[in-house]
Every structure is written in structure tokens, then in C-alpha cells.
């Protein structure tokens, strides 16, 4: 029975929305999987834009800065535009400005400058912006709120899904049956066809979207309203310091897949060529996505912050073994990471909005802004592993998950205090 009174708080306008709660959130995880996909297909292009324009590790590097970037900058005019014109109208703007942003790949091949190319993927990434922004928190109130963490985690596993079977997609439409990364302005054709698909793809995926009927949620526009509208959102310290989690996990997350492929290759860890230590990723990012279908079931018996705080200190122990070991013992470990990995995000986003009420779209902006420690933290562990060594670069993540470790320990409290500054 108290799911019955927790859902009524995120009524919607059709007295049988309950029924529509299924196919709305299929239409949303599809979105999930979408830019989870466009995303992990930097890891691809980075080698064929760096063999194409004969680019430094800096200058490529600049594709991940661009594209996490955008996140900073895109973040909280995005929040404003889903609380001003609501959650179906975020993701038709996003599909859209995505679209757009794999549309200007065209002129970037034909043109054959790299800065087309990261302008093209600004412009992408703001979109998948626009679009987390407006999912995340529509599938969070999708249903009860005590299973909020539930649900984004199987609409995570959807991402890591796209996350997982991207790379090896990229990799033939990228390299194809040549394979050979050779100079000239002939090898970034292969860029152009892949990019052309997915405009067509997103384009199709928002005119189905414009005609789909999906539940207007009214909690976050009229209940508690009157409670929320005369607060800030800096004094809310669950969404202050889950802001600061957000920056640590997609950090750590990035920076250690950004140096897997390295890692593998030192002799005393594997010594595998590249094309061999890149078919290994696939388990770290397979791990994510089998994570978060078990912890979209455990998440609804399990507390949220609780799940947190222990995946959180499983990843800081299987750090500390990747440091101080060598061989496949450091090799699996850090694999290994990918699973606990895996439901971060949904659950520091949801237990971040909890209670924010008319606040919530532009706390997701907030957390959204947050991603661009995707852009900063691999370049800290990237000046460590030039001054010290690649093995002990990755103390930098270990600092990353231990403030989340704490976050899952002291986020209930913390979420205590704006409920009666609320109330």
C-alpha cells in the first residue's frame, strides 16, 4: 500500500497513467541506449581522427574534452528548457540538435579540417545533453519514488548496452575490410557514412517521439510547489554533494577506460598489442551493463545508499589490487571494475533529486554539469602516469571513489536536512 500513496505523488494528468508507465518508459530506454552508443564511439574515432590529421595523444585527447565539455556549458541552459517546456519537448530539442551535430561530420570529411570535427561533436554531445537532462529525471518519476533507483538502473543497463556493443560496431564501420589507418583525406570518408546513419536514426527517433503520447508528470511542476519555489537548490546538501559525486564518477569512470588499453600493454600486466588489449574493454563495459540489470532487481529491496557506499568500496579495493599487483591478478581486477561501476550514476542521480520537487529539472542540470569530469580527471591521471608511472597514475580514481564511498554513507542525512528546511 505505500506504493500506491508514494506513486500518487508523481501523478500524472490521466487518471490511468499507471498503465502507461510501461511503454513510456520503453520509448525513454531506447534513448539510454542511444546515446550510450554515440558516446563510446569516441573511443573509436579517436584513433582514426589522430591517424588521419597525424595528431599528438594531447591533440586527440581533444575529442573527449570537446565532447564532456559540452556538458558544462550545455547543462544548465538545458535545465531551464525542460522546466520551462517539459520532459517530451527536452528530448525532441536533444534528438534534434544531436542529429544536427552528426550531420556536420559531412562537411567536416569533405572539408578535412579536425576543428569541423570537434565542432561536430560539441554540437552532438549538447544534444545527448538536452537529453539527459530530460530523461533521467522523467524515468525517475515514472512510478513510485522509493523505486527511482530501480528503474534509471534498468534504463542504464540499456545505455551500457550501447556502451558495450558500440565499439565493435565503430570499429567495422570506421575501419571496415582495409583496417590500415592511412593518411590522406580518403581515410575519413569512414567517418562520414556512420555519422549520416545515426543523423537519419535520431531524426526518425524524434518524429516518432513528436506523435507518442507519454504521461505529462505534474509532481515536479505543482506538488510541492509551494514548499520548494522559495528555496535555493544550494541549500540542498544531498544535491550539492552529489554534483561533486557525479564529477568523481564519470572521472574515474572515464579515466580508467582511457588507460586500459596502455595498462594492458606494460609486460609486467599482459603486454598485448592494441588490438587485443582493445577487445578486452568489451568486459569492462559488459560488466556495467550486466551490473545495472542486477541492480535494477536488488535496488528495489536494497537502499539505494547503501548499494552506493558498498560498490563504491569494492572499486577502491579492486583499484588497490590493479596498483600493487602485477599480471592477470591486476588485469582482472581492474576489469572487474566495470561491474561495481555500474550502478553509480542512476543511483547518485536519483538520490541527488530526491524531494526537489519544482527544483528537480534544474537539480538535473546541475548533475548534469557535473559530466565534465569526464574531461578534467583523465588529464590529472594522465600528468601522473607521465611524472610517475601508468600503475600508480590510478590513485587518482581511488581518491574519486572514495568522496562517492562517503556520499552513500551520509547522503540520507544530508537529504534529512532539506526535507525540514522544506517542511
Known amino acids: 500500500m505505500s506504493e500506491i500513496n508514494t506513486n500518487q505523488s508523481y501523478a500524472t494528468n490521466d487518471p490511468q497513467s499507471n498503465k502507461n508507465y510501461l511503454p513510456a518508459l520503453t520509448a525513454m530506454t531506447t534513448l539510454f541506449f542511444l546515446w550510450g552508443f554515440i558516446t563510446v564511439l569516441n573511443d573509436v574515432l579517436i584513433p582514426r581522427l589522430k ?3 597525424d595528431l599528438s595523444y594531447t591533440e586527440a585527447m581533444l575529442v573527449q574534452f570537446c565532447f564532456f565539455g559540452a556538458y558544462f556549458i550545455v547543462s544548465l541552459p538545458a535545465g531551464l528548457l525542460v522546466n520551462k517546456f517539459g520532459y517530451k519537448n527536452g528530448v525532441l530539442t536533444g534528438l534534434i540538435v544531436a542529429s544536427i551535430g552528426c550531420l556536420l561530420f559531412y562537411p567536416a570529411v569533405v572539408v578535412h579540417e579536425y576543428w569541423l570535427f570537434l565542432t561536430a561533436l560539441f554540437v552532438l554531445a ?6 539527459q537532462v530530460s530523461a533521467n529525471p522523467y524515468v525517475a518519476a515514472l512510478g513510485p519514488e522509493k523505486t527511482a533507483s530501480s528503474r534509471l538502473n534498468l534504463a542504464q543497463a540499456l545505455n551500457a548496452l550501447g556502451t558495450t556493443v558500440g565499439p565493435y560496431v565503430g570499429g567495422i564501420l570506421f575501419f571496415g575490410a582495409a583496417g590500415s589507418l592511412t593518411a590522406g583525406a580518403a ?3 569512414s567517418v562520414k557514412i556512420p555519422y549520416l546513419m545515426l543523423a537519419a536514426a535520431l531524426l526518425t527517433i524524434a518524429v516518432v517521439f513528436a506523435f507518442l503520447k507519454l504521461p505529462e508528470i505534474t509532481a515536479h511542476k505543482e ?3 509551494c514548499k520548494a519555489k522559495d528555496h535555493s537548490l544550494t541549500q540542498a546538501p544531498h544535491l550539492i554533494m552529489g554534483v561533486v559525486a557525479i564529477f568523481c564518477y564519470v572521472g574515474g569512470e572515464v579515466a580508467i577506460g582511457s588507460f586500459l588499453v596502455n595498462f594492458f600493454g606494460e609486460e609486467h600486466i599482459a603486454g598485448l598489442e592494441e588490438h587485443a588489449a582493445s ?3 568489451a568486459y569492462y563495459w559488459g560488466g556495467a551493463m550486466v551490473g545495472r540489470f542486477i541492480g535494477s532487481v536488488l535496488l528495489q529491496k536494497i537502499a539505494p545508499s547503501k548499494a552506493l557506499a558498498f560498490n563504491a568500496c569494492a ?5 588497490l589490487v590493479t596498483i600493487f599487483t602485477q599480471g592477470n591478478i591486476a588485469l582482472y581486477s581492474v576489469l572487474a571494475i566495470g561491474l561495481f561501476n555500474s550502478i553509480m550514476f542512476p543511483t547518485i542521480f536519483s538520490v541527488a533529486i530526491e524531494g526537489l520537487g ?3 529539472s534544474k537539480g538535473s542540470g546541475w548533475l548534469c554539469l557535473a559530466i565534465v569530469g569526464g574531461a ?3 588529464l590529472l591521471q594522465g600528468y601522473i602516469a607521465d611524472t610517475v608511472n601508468i600503475q600508480d597514475s590510478f590513485f587518482v580514481p581511488v581518491i574519486c571513489y572514495a568522496f562517492i564511498a562517503w556520499y552513500g554513507l551520509n547522503v540520507v542525512r544530508l537529504s534529512t536536512k532539506w526535507q525540514q528546511r522544506v517542511n
Open 376 to 378: 578534467l580527471v583523465p
Open 51 to 53: 591517424g588521419v590529421f
Open 279 to 281: 577487445a578486452l574493454i
Open 126 to 131: 549538447g544534444g545527448v545533453t538536452v537529453l
Open 315 to 319: 572499486v577502491i579495493v579492486l583499484l
Open 187 to 189: 581515410t575519413a570518408e
Open 358 to 360: 519544482s527544483l528537480t
Open 223 to 225: 506538488e510541492l510547489d
